[in-house]
């Protein structure tokens, strides 16, 4: 089979596409034939060498994607050859067929194209296990996501004004705010003009953020604190800003509030498996209301990985980068 190969690491031509031997299938797994891979922020850093998949898992960029099932494993029940599902994966996708463990799999919800389904499994696993499973953000809260006009911001906006949540964003253009604010985003901010934690202290009267999710890490961390409300939750879950930030214990102290940080790649297939049950049970309803929707900037075919990988990190996009099989 075809697949899209790192034969070593560095800038986005190293991606190669290639032939590969196809993925032999363990117990309690699928194949799929893919329709179409989601590109994300950690497939970067994989190609650069900061991100390795965990052990005994697929050595291919790729932690979603969207095809049919066309094998099955020992021991699945509940599926059948010819099902059209998607799947959060620990890696694989940039191929032409992928192995799924079970847990992993959803179907394609009602009302959405095939290779668009491509674009959910990963921003609804991130948004739901950090935002509500962790962060466990209520109606009328104050929700603020940084880069909100990313794949993960999009879907994290659509799904906390769908909870009935007041949802700020960061981004860098007004046609990016503008994008956010017909999702469903209350406070538009741009980083490049206004001071987040000014505005977000405006907007709520002084009292800040209930819960923010971040992708910068440290060069935001001492600034998140601050736009936190008391009892306020701050989830990290990216790295774009630096990994080694300094903490002001007081301030975190007088506000009574938490700073998680989490990642979903390396967790154990049990928890990945709980994680999209719960993504099944709460956002795909959702999704075939057409309340929340995969939001999709460009679809490009597999060969073009490598400029795939350089419009995301152009960070021009609004939304998704899919590649196509």
Known sequence: MQAITLP????????????????????????????????????????????????????????????????????????????????????????????????????????????????????????????????????????????????????????????????AVTAGTQEKLDACAKLGADILINYKEQDFVDEIRSATDGSGANVILDVMGAKYLGRNVDALATSGRLVIIGMQGGTKGELDIAALLGKRAAVIATSLRARPRPEKATIVAAVREHVWPLIEAGRVRPIVHARMPLAQAADAHRLLQGSSHIGKVLLTL
Not at 39 to 50: H, I, S
Not at 98 to 109: E, F, H, K, M, S
Not at 112 to 125: R, Y
């Open 8 to 167: 070593t690491f560095g800038d986005e031509d190293v991606l190669t596409l290639a032939e590969v031997p196809a993925p032999e299938l363990r117990e309690g797994e699928v194949l799929v034939d893919v329709a179409a891979a989601g590109v994300n922020r950690a497939d970067l850093m994989q190609r650069q060498g900061f991100y390795p998949p965990p052990k005994g898992e697929s050595e291919l960029p790729g932690l979603e994607v969207s095809g049919t099932i066309s094998r099955i494993g020992d021991g699945v029940e509940g599926w059948s050859v010819g099902d059209r599902v998607c799947a959060l994966l620990a890696g694989g996708g940039y191929a032409e067929q992928v192995a799924v463990p079970v847990g992993q799999l959803l179907p394609v919800p009602e009302g959405v194209d095939l290779v668009d389904a491509a674009a959910l499994p990963e921003v609804t696993s991130t948004v739901w296990s950090n935002v509500f499973l962790t962060a466990n953000l209520q109606p009328e809260e104050v929700f603020l996501v940084h880069g909100g006009s990313s794949g993960i911001g999009t879907m994290a906006i659509q799904l906390a004004h769908a909870v009935g949540a007041r949802v």
